[in-house]
């Protein structure tokens, strides 16, 4: 039976996948734990009142209940020290829900599975009262219990402490979901890996990136193992260079304080990027089985060296004074909840290189900043020129694209003789680009599939330890240098391309840029 909107409804249905995945041996040790979806499951979002909350949780939460996808005895309950009713809550959250006409009678059975408590996150007593509240609603079943942590790091220790010694569920399971930033750098990130291992197993924490719940990126396994047509070009002989970029067309719109003790490096690259980068470059895995695909990962990441300071361009953006947009004639200097004089970049490329058999000399070139020209994210592969030419330089070379938002697409620039009596060339391109292709399909959203893959117990596309570590082995020397060194990057004008620097250097390193290529729209008939 399907859901209004076309999307599967039944829970086991989407289960399915996460079956598939377990090994047969798993599967019994599995089955009547993570899948008796009998049991109360209660999903408690610490940092209620935040944005994050308000923005991405609830919605999702919403999202998931309408379409069917939870289990049907699932509860929901609200944590912070806001003093709020589920009514507040519900108003505070409304415009954010993307309510439709016709369910409003399942809007409202959702509101009437909430509840809210109220306290601090450093006093044991109100999470003993939290506990006493989910204990109440548990009605004495073996309930599993899923704990959201959408708070800033800093109150991260305390609140597992506290959820440890006493919100854990007594008779079901307890999954921990944390964001990021998981630390500032590699010895902060480890204190907070042994903190984490000291109160729970591997496998009841979910490091959330949300890059790795994006359609395309969960595409880049299926691309690459599932296509022989790619597989035997996936090397240093055919593969020019790499390059993988985000874009946002916005500055820190008056978020400057947060984004500042960060900055794009920490918010961007070494997370959503260096995860696409590790899918795109390992090995094949085993078996589609979460651990084997993270070995994958972990084991390439560990084959990339730190990145040296002469390998990156820095930019922060400065204002554009002939800009019609007001916010667009504002500098990142300008936001008055950022820094005097702060040096934080706010656009970073960086030259990364792959010491094994696959990959040794290709630069995979990660680029990413705010108030850029357009938003935009993108896997670039570009391969070599064609040896033995006899087109006269004219033949320009082959890409496939693999965009993830906005407008998820795959495609292949091409050349071909142009139409006509003339033996001219010209690029063009194989498009699949999911709006046509699948045009009534609506994709979840990459919080959708991360959550239910929580409850599920489906661990693959979240970060484990060893990766996290590796990850900021290869950025903190970069990071510990720029802030030593108080390193200025390159102004750049809001809504530019970024500095014409990071052009030079992406050029240096084996990616042409040409301009002259002209995506033709198809026409919808």
């Known amino acids: 039976m399907a859901s209004p909107n076309g999307r599967r409804s039944s829970t086991e249905d989407s289960l399915v996948y996460i079956r598939r995945s377990l090994k047969s041996e798993e599967m019994d040790h599995l089955e009547g734990t993570h899948f008796d979806f009998s049991f109360p499951h209660v999903f408690i979002t610490l940092g209620a009142s935040g944005d994050l909350a308000k923005k991405k949780i609830y919605p999702t939460l919403w999202w998931l209940f309408r379409d069917n996808l939870l289990p049907k005895t699932t509860i929901f309950f609200g944590y912070a020290r806001s003093k709020l009713t589920v009514a507040e809550l519900r108003e505070k959250y409304q415009k954010y829900m993307k309510l439709k006409p016709g369910e409003e009678e399942r809007y409202e059975e959702f509101w009437k599975l909430n509840h809210y408590v109220a306290g601090s996150y450093d006093t044991r007593k109100d999470f003993e009262l ?185 930019g922060q953006y400065v204002g554009n004074p002939e800009a019609v947009d007001p916010d667009e004639r504002l500098g990142y200097l300008q936001d008055t909840t950022v820094p005097e004089n702060s040096n934080t970049p706010t656009y970073a490329l960086a030259v990364l290189r792959i010491n094994n058999e696959r990959w040794d000399g290709v630069p995979f070139i990660l680029r990413c900043g705010k108030a850029l020209n ?106 510990h240098r720029i802030e030593n060194e108080k390193i200025r990057p390159i102004s750049y004008k809001h809504g530019s391309r970024g500095p014409k620097e990071a052009d030079e250097m992406a050029k240096h390193n084996n990616f042409m840029y040409y301009g002259s290529y002209k995506w033709v729209r198809p026409q919808h008939h």
Not at 185 to 191: E, I, R
Not at 209 to 236: A, C
């Open 374 to 479: 357009e938003r935009k994210a993108e896997v670039r592969v570009q391969y070599q020129d064609v040896p033995g030419d006899i087109f006269d330089g004219k033949a320009k070379r082959n890409e496939l694209v693999i965009r993830v938002q906005p407008g998820e697409a795959l495609y292949i620039k091409m050349m071909t003789k142009s139409p006509g009596i003339t033996f001219d060339m010209e690029e063009t391109e194989l498009d699949l680009t999911y709006g046509n292709r699948y045009k009534d399909l609506k994709l979840p959203d990459a919080y959708e599939r991360l959550i239910l893959d929580v409850f599920c117990g489906s661990q693959m596309h979240f970060v484990r330890s060893d990766e996290l570590s590796e990850a900021w082995r290869i950025f903190t020397p970069l990071l």
């Open 130 to 314: 939290l506990n006493q509240e989910l204990e109440r609603h548990e009605n004495g079943k073996n309930a599993h219990r899923l704990f959201y942590l959408a708070l800033p790091p800093s109150i991260f220790e305390p609140v597992t402490v506290h959820i440890k010694n006493n919100c854990m569920g007594k008779k079901g399971w307890t999954r921990i979901i944390i964001e990021k930033p998981f630390g500032r750098d590699a010895v902060t990130s480890q204190q907070l890996s042994d903190h984490l291992a000291s109160l729970f197993k591997e496998e009841q924490i979910y490091r959330i990136d949300h890059y790795l719940g994006k359609e395309m990126v969960q595409n880049l396994m299926t691309l690459r193992f599932g296509n022989k047509i790619f597989s035997p070009t996936w090397n240093r002989d055919n593969i020019a260079s790499v390059q993988i970029t985000f874009k946002e067309p916005f500055g820190t719109q008056g978020r400057g304080g947060y984004f500042d003790e960060f900055g794009i490096i920490r918010d961007v690259m070494q997370n959503h990027l260096l995860q696409i980068l590790s899918l795109f470059a390992m090995e094949k895995p085993a078996s589609c089985h979460p651990d084997d695909i993270r070995n994958e990962k972990v084991k390439v990441l560990k084959c990339i060296t730190p990145v040296d300071v002469d390998d990156v361009v820095l």
